[in-house]
């Protein structure tokens, strides 16, 4: 578990070095190109409330984070970590490079909407469209941007083809990730790229740090076998590179980066880095376990928050040297 798995077939990664010593108009829109996009009826604005937390009503069961103001603050924080890793672009193929013309992009599992605007913003001649189950998005935006309330596992029938598709920790959402990559593939244009930018769920640490029963490694464990009953693995973001080449996708790249547990690196924008993923992760524990230890492994809610408490006593001890795989894989549809 503290030991990256195989081979990579990493295109380029980062490398972290811990301290010498430790101190203490409306944009939503009501009608999809796709067939299967339904309006936003009171139903669908409609939510479940579970174990303190909302959850979406829409195919309701199907993704298993919440959708409350807590965990949508958290997601715009998350945002924030990326744009760090990444010197403030939204991604690294073609079309998030300075320059880069865009006519349409779609955002899959958009959230809140905050990549999706920004792009949007950065390119205002493209037509950008962003999809996910939960109304999460904002009421009004630039006019290029445009939500929509979908499943992405049910038939694409978009009346034109995008020229960038970006796609954001959806590893657990999908179910089938060769037909998903297929779809993908079949609504871009000729030179059109797809991005996925996914998390390893599996912590790791390469100097072997982290304690005997590791509170953090088995929340990983519990969470893997829960989202296997669900029939939605947490696949290995590597795999998705081979996977992406035997649908078609030419050029595949795959870059991978470490984002600290906390802030026990040595170099400051790392540490910094780690900070904020303290942050981060100290909130994501309970939107990642709550419902699937409760629904799949039948906890009480008191039962989880005590695991928890042991979960961040873990993300707070910089004596462990642990991040998390953070992957960047892209590829381009041929000409």
Same mark, same amino acid.
């Given at each position: 578990?503290?030991?990256?798995?195989?081979?990579?077939?990493?295109?380029?990664? #980062?490398?972290?070095?811990?301290?010498?010593?430790?101190?203490?108009?409306?944009?939503?829109?009501?009608?999809?190109?796709?067939?299967?996009?339904?309006?936003?009826?009171?139903?669908?604005?409609?939510?479940?409330?579970?174990?303190?937390?909302?959850?979406?009503?829409?195919?309701? /069961?199907?993704?298993?984070?919440?959708?409350?103001?807590?965990?949508?603050?958290?997601?715009?924080?998350?945002?924030?970590?990326?744009?760090?890793?990444?010197?403030?672009?939204?991604?690294?193929?073609?079309?998030?490079?300075?320059?880069?013309?865009?006519?349409?992009?779609?955002? #899959?599992?958009?959230?809140?909407?905050?990549?999706?605007?920004?792009?949007?913003?950065?390119?205002?001649?493209?037509?950008?469209? /962003?999809?996910?189950?939960?109304?999460?998005?904002?009421?009004?935006? #630039?006019?290029?941007?445009?939500?929509?309330?979908?499943?992405?596992?049910?038939?694409?029938?978009?009346?034109?083809?995008?020229?960038?598709?970006?796609?954001?920790?959806?590893?657990?959402?999908?179910?089938?990730?060769?037909?998903?990559?297929?779809?993908?593939?079949?609504?871009?244009?000729? /030179?059109?790229?797809?991005?996925?930018?996914?998390?390893?769920?599996?912590?790791?640490?390469?100097?072997?740090?982290?304690?005997?029963?590791?509170?953090?490694?088995?929340?990983?464990?519990?969470?893997?076998?829960?989202?296997?009953?669900?029939?939605?693995?947490?696949?290995?973001?590597?795999?998705?590179?081979?996977?992406?080449?035997?649908?078609?996708?030419?050029?595949?790249?795959?870059?991978?980066?470490?984002?600290?547990?906390?802030?026990?690196?040595?170099?400051?924008?790392?540490?910094?880095?780690?900070?904020?993923?303290?942050?981060?992760?100290?909130?994501?524990?309970?939107?990642?376990?709550?419902?699937?230890?409760?629904?799949?492994?039948?906890?009480?809610?008191?039962?989880?928050?005590?695991?928890?408490?042991? #979960?961040?006593?873990?993300?707070?001890?910089?004596?462990?040297?642990?991040?998390?795989?953070?992957?960047?894989?892209?590829?381009?549809?041929?000409?």
């Amino acid at each position: 578990m503290n030991q990256p798995a195989g081979d990579q077939q990493v295109d380029q990664e #980062v490398e972290l070095v811990p301290e010498d010593e430790l101190s203490d108009e409306n944009g939503v829109e009501t009608q999809s190109l796709a067939s299967s996009t339904t309006s936003l009826s009171d139903s669908i604005r409609d939510y479940v409330f579970e174990n303190g937390r909302t959850y979406h009503r829409y195919k309701e /069961g199907k993704y298993n984070m919440p959708n409350d103001e807590r965990e949508n603050d958290r997601m715009d924080m998350q945002h924030h970590m990326f744009l760090m890793t990444l010197g403030g672009r939204l991604g690294i193929s073609p079309p998030c490079q300075p320059g880069a013309q865009v006519q349409r992009a779609l955002d #899959v599992g958009t959230g809140t909407g905050i990549w999706a605007i920004q792009y949007a913003e950065d390119h205002p001649e493209a037509e950008v469209y /962003g999809v996910d189950l939960s109304p999460t998005q904002p009421d009004f935006v #630039v006019p290029n941007v445009k939500f929509e309330i979908d499943d992405i596992e049910e038939e694409w029938t978009y009346s034109q083809p995008f020229d960038y598709i970006h796609c954001r920790f959806m590893t657990s959402s999908i179910s089938t990730w060769k037909e998903y990559l297929t779809n993908c593939y079949d609504n871009l244009s000729p /030179g059109g790229y797809i991005e996925l930018q996914e998390a390893e769920m599996d912590p790791q640490a390469d100097d072997g740090s982290f304690p005997p029963d590791c509170a953090l490694v088995r929340f990983a464990i519990l969470l893997k076998e829960a989202a296997a009953k669900f029939g939605r693995v947490f696949i290995e973001p590597p795999k998705l590179k081979p996977l992406m080449a035997e649908v078609g996708f030419e050029d595949v790249t795959l870059v991978r980066y470490k984002w600290p547990i906390n802030d026990w690196p040595k170099d400051p924008r790392w540490k910094e880095l780690g900070a904020w993923n303290l942050e981060n992760n100290l909130g994501a524990a309970e939107s990642l376990a709550m419902a699937p230890l409760t629904r799949a492994h039948e906890w009480s809610r008191a039962e989880v928050e005590v695991f928890l408490e042991e #979960v961040r006593q873990d993300l707070r001890n910089r004596a462990i040297h642990g991040y998390f795989p953070l992957y960047f894989i892209y590829g381009r549809k041929p000409l």
